[in-house]
């Protein structure tokens, strides 16, 4: 079994930071000389601080809290257990990581062989019913999308749950707070692929079709089939990729109006104009999940997306 110290020694920190979607920079005025730059620091939570990856040692440095270990800044930015460090570790040594082009479920082996839904997740109730009416949307997206609802107990009590679907296997989902706006990821751990790995409603993304890319699950609920979420504003490689295998025709984003998130759309559609058309969406305000039915299903036709809408 290779040591910690090989394992960190060979460690690909470029891939790392890309399939986990971290901010990193090669240079510029915060970047240290033969450091990878990375803004945020995960054990002061601070920013813009030197901070970073050393190229040739791997370790992490910060200039407010100093030096940490490899294996610790992997833990501490992921908030994961030491087995699982210890896997990321040998997934991504620079002796046998794997380059995939074409990720499936059947492809990862970073996390579990299978995924379930939480403690107390069952069929759902009339509150959460009404919430969802309450919200514009009728109640045909329960069925269709199979959304719970969670009882009093577990660490996801009291939520609704958007399972997430890789050619119908479940390997993720989130929790919807009903009575504040509040999400919460399925853990990495106990995913097949975490949230930011995977796109919500990617099995009703139809092949050689064009589709709309969107902000979070209830935007996606709004225009229905060849529509899917990012889960926020933030996007990953292996998304990309995902979306990729699909072969679409054109794709449109549409984030939230907000200066970030319109920024966040344009480079989404910066790195996507590589492989196939693409086009941002600006709304004059709000997100799609404030549009109404009709204007919903009218975005749909202007889009010419293929399928249903609820």
Known sequence: MASIEELTKNFDVISFLKYFNISFSYTGSMVTKNYIGIEHCPFCDKHKTHSGIHKERHNFYCWVCGGHTLFNYIKKVLNIENYLVFRYLKQFSSKNIDYKTNPSVSNWNLFNNECTLPKGTHSLENRFKQYIKNRGYPL???????????????????????????????????????????????????????????????????????????????????????????????????????????????????????????????????????????????????????LTSEEGYWLRNKLNLKGDQY
Request: charged share 30%.
């Open 140 to 290: 045909s997206i329960v069925k269709k999308y199979n959304l719970k609802n969670t009882g009093i107990e577990g660490d996801f009590k009291h939520r609704l749950i958007f399972p997430f679907y890789i050619n119908n296997q479940l390997v993720t989902y989130i929790g919807r707070s009903i009575s504040k706006k509040s999400y919460k990821d399925c853990p990495i751990e106990k995913s097949i692929l975490p949230p930011k790995l995977t796109l919500y409603n990617y099995d009703k993304l139809k092949s050689y079709d064009n589709c709309l890319i969107v902000e979070g699950v209830f935007d996606c609920l709004r225009i229905g089939d060849n529509c899917v979420s990012t889960s926020g504003v933030s996007w990953s490689d292996n998304q990309i990729k995902l979306l990729l295998n699909k072969h679409p025709k054109k794709v449109y984003v549409c984030y939230d109006s907000e200066i970030e998130a319109q920024e966040k759309a344009k480079k989404l559609c910066g790195s996507l104009s590589l492989y196939t058309e693409t086009e941002r969406i600006e709304l004059p305000k709000g997100d799609i999940g404030d």
